[in-house]
């Protein structure tokens, strides 16, 4: 039988599509805007009628009317990563958490620590030897497909075929559905004064030929835009976004420096627009990976000058960071910033930065804190930090004592809060 035959005894409407789901059964679907609307939808719409179904999902982009309190006892969701559509659930607690580094979340399927029955995903149009392409999020999806019971596919013309390990057979699908409408689009987000003096700080620190990881957020984004005049820089993250896009309009990306993969962008999702989706399509110096080969810090480390920057809630006075939570409360996740962290401390020449405005609160609060909120939730070790970057300067942590990272740390803080951190600092023995 042909794959153009096979396609056509696939194809199903998304409401049957659902009832290949059994009570019991985890959904995985992947990041952000490979998230399958037309799916999720039909699955809202018949969640009643199911028991204890499960959606598991790193970042949820939109609020499914199956993101119900009311109705968790028939399909709840289970969050890899909060958002704004999952979060205000995940601090009432009906919607569930699985800690997790983003670069271990295959193994834990793989393993059969964390269930996958059945996967449902967003991807491109299906190519002539019937492949499919999950660009926008191979992440922890592919290892999903290898375990799971049921594979069913949301098919869009507006999905990109790319390059890499993320091609899925039309002989692993139990079923697929098409849609049409323009993938999900992603705007940059604000920046304002604080970001990007942030951003200044850490673009002098970046050499030419340095490969990047660059998170999502206000502050990389200010990085990235003060980056433009840079020469052979290369690509090496988890998202692809539209400020990496800038970047290689620029010519200040080549690629041509790196180590491992030379002359390849590497990533696992994509976060974006139309434009960055369309950029996509087909384009030889990209790369769409699982996130166990993106995120692995042994094999992004093996980049010369790589660059990570992440962003965190708070810091205490040893270099704690607490980027997950508001003390006790969830806010978003692990994600890979420890993945990235750790894999330019590997780098020969890497730096790892931690970026944060002083304040919160319109300057009531100060974020450089003596010792963390009660009930936060830790996400990079004293021993992993180097550099944290305020909107004041820059404090370089690795192989400085106790005393001298507090005092380090205290120099970036909000003017109006260094004596009062100094005198918390010389109670805790760290002045």
């Known amino acids: 039988m042909s794959v153009q035959s096979t396609y056509a005894q696939k194809k199903m409407l998304a409401s049957d599509a659902v009832r290949l789901v059994r009570d019991g059964d985890t959904i995985v679907v992947p990041t952000g805007v490979g998230e399958p609307p037309t799916l999720l939808a039909a699955l809202s719409e018949q969640r009643r009628n199911f028991l204890d179904v499960k959606v598991a999902q790193i970042l949820a982009m939109r609020k499914f009317a199956y993101i119900d309190p009311k109705t968790v006892d028939h399909v709840r969701h289970v969050a890899l990563f909060y958002g704004g559509a999952t979060r205000a659930g995940g601090q009432a607690g009906w919607i569930d958490f699985i800690p997790n580094y983003f670069s271990k979340i295959p193994s834990m399927i793989s393993r059969g620590q964390m269930p996958a029955d059945v996967v449902f995903s967003m991807a491109s149009p299906m190519d002539a030897h019937g492949y499919f392409s999950l660009s926008l999020a191979a992440d922890y999806t592919m290892a999903a ?8 596919l949301e098919v869009n013309p507006h999905v990109p075929f790319a390059f890499g390990n993320c091609h899925v057979h039309i002989s692993q699908l139990a079923g697929l559905v098409e849609s049409s409408e323009p993938v999900l689009e992603v705007g940059l987000p604000k920046i304002g004064p604080v970001q990007e003096a942030i951003g200044k700080y850490v673009a002098d620190l970046i050499d030419d030929g340095s490969t990047l990881q660059i998170g999502y957020g206000g502050i990389p ?3 990235v835009m003060q980056l433009t005049a840079k020469h052979d820089l290369g690509i090496h993250t988890e998202m692809i976004g539209d400020g990496i896009l800038t970047l290689l309009e620029s010519g200040a990306v080549t690629n041509r420096r790196k180590n491992y993969m030379p002359g390849k962008m590497l990533a696992t999702f994509a976060l974006g627009s139309a434009k960055l989706y369309k950029f996509m399509d087909r384009n030889p110096s990209l790369e769409i990976h699982p996130v166990n080969f993106t995120n692995m810090p042994a094999l992004a480390g093996q980049n010369d000058n790589l660059v990570a920057i992440n962003a965190t809630l708070q810091i205490d006075l040893l270099g704690q960071c607490g980027s997950e939570s508001l ?20 780098s020969n020449g890497g730096k790892a930065f931690i970026v944060l405005p002083s304040t919160a609160k319109d300057h009531s609060i100060s974020r450089i804190v003596p010792v963390m909120s009660p009930g936060t939730h830790f996400s990079i070790s004293k021993n992993d930090v180097n550099y944290v970057v305020t909107e004041f300067g820059v404090a370089q942590l690795r192989g400085k004592s106790a005393r001298q990272r507090a005092r380090e740390l205290i120099s970036i803080a909000h003017p109006d809060f260094r004596v ?7 109670k805790l023995g760290l002045a």
């Open 221 to 223: 984004d200010a990085v």
């Open 327 to 346: 003390g006790h409360l969830p806010y978003s996740g692990t994600g890979g910033q420890a993945d990235f962290v750790r894999a330019a401390n590997i």
């Open 420 to 426: 009062e951190l100094r005198s918390q600092a010389h």
């Open 145 to 152: 497909v290898a375990k799971a019971r049921v594979v069913v």
